[in-house]
């Protein structure tokens, strides 16, 4: 029991660790064992969701697959902890596997600094790359709108929420939830072929995602303005976006006081989202805010789990 304790004392200090690492060491996507797990979710979608068939058994075929993706994943790495003589290890090297958000970071570091160079066509397609929303029409305040809400999110579901999985459960829980997140992805329900066929992953991924979305939406409340925020979380409650989103870009909205969310195109199809916050539409100063917001936030969650390891540091020694 107390060897368990030991090796639970020292998750927070190898998140933290592992956390750092991936903001200067980025691996290029096309490396990144997640890329080709997609690749083969995408084409797994593609074979055992063909079209003609009735919504209950689009939504069975959904639930399949994303077992048939996660569980014998989970099975091989479970037997390569039976045989690893250092498992923290094994831990820290796949929640590193499984972090993309530091290149996510320096993405949208790069869309800004076309939208500064008025290289709306570069900013467009640098954009394109992260988001499955169409941005061949984005203006300036669109692009800038669009990168936002995608970074806030990303911070929520692929930096955070991942960090609270490896800490309950370590690098199996880690590669579980960002599995979930990457069929969920990869089978999109708002792409018509996968508006029934997507539902469970997109079910368990916002529901599992929830830790994080709380998570963002208290730090950038904590770091400018909790009042605005709730003000802004009271006033989006009948908002037809997914509970955890709302709670982020409505506390974004509000600390910024820029007006997000709205209506967007999906292959060629408009599709409704209401509006939160004020009226103003976010432009490049705020683009670049919300940067050194999320670095911020960042910032915060280091010192927190600095803080928790010494505490525990201390509890050992004396």
């Not at 660790?17 to 690749?39: D, F, G, K, N, Y």
């Not at 409650?237 to 974004?252: E, M």
Request: glycine share 6%; hydrophobic share 50%; proline share 4%.
């Amino acid at each position: 029991m107390s060897q368990l304790l030991t090796e639970l004392w020292l998750y927070p200090p190898l998140l933290l660790l592992v956390w750092i690492l991936s903001q200067h060491l980025r691996l290029p996507r096309e490396t990144q064992p997640m890329a080709l797990l997609q690749l083969f979710a995408t084409r797994l979608g593609a074979k055992v969701n063909p079209p003609n068939r009735s919504i209950s058994q689009q939504q069975l075929s959904g639930a399949l697959a994303l077992l048939t993706l996660v569980l014998p994943l989970l099975a091989l790495l479970s037997l390569l902890y039976w045989f690893s003589d250092w498992p923290l290890v094994l831990d820290a090297l796949l929640l590193f596997l499984c972090l993309d958000f530091g290149r996510q970071q320096l993405r949208h570091r790069q869309v800004a600094s076309a939208i500064s160079r008025k290289q709306l066509g570069l900013a467009r397609d640098l954009l394109q790359l992260e988001v499955l929303r169409d941005c061949s029409t984005l203006s300036e305040t669109g692009l800038c709108k669009a990168s936002m809400e995608h970074q806030a999110l990303q911070l929520a579901r692929h930096w955070l929420a991942l960090g609270f999985w490896f800490l309950v459960g370590g690098g199996l829980t880690a590669v579980a939830y960002r599995l979930i997140l990457l069929c969920s992805q990869s089978w999109n329900t708002k792409q018509q072929s996968f508006q029934h066929f997507g539902k469970a992953s997109a079910s368990l991924g916002q529901l599992c995602s929830l830790p994080g979305y709380f998570g963002v939406s208290l730090l950038y409340a904590l770091l400018m303005s909790l009042g605005r925020s709730w003000r802004e979380l009271q006033q989006s409650k009948h908002s037809n976006l997914c509970v955890g989103q709302r709670w982020v870009l409505a506390s974004l909205a509000g600390v910024l006081q820029v007006n997000l969310a709205g209506p967007v195109i999906y292959q060629g199809q408009k599709q409704r989202r209401d509006r939160v916050g004020p009226s103003r539409l976010p432009q490049l100063a705020d683009l670049w805010l919300m940067l050194r917001l999320t670095q911020q936030a960042q910032f915060v969650c280091y010192l927190l789990l600095l803080s928790v390891s010494l505490l525990q540091l201390f509890s050992i020694l004396y």
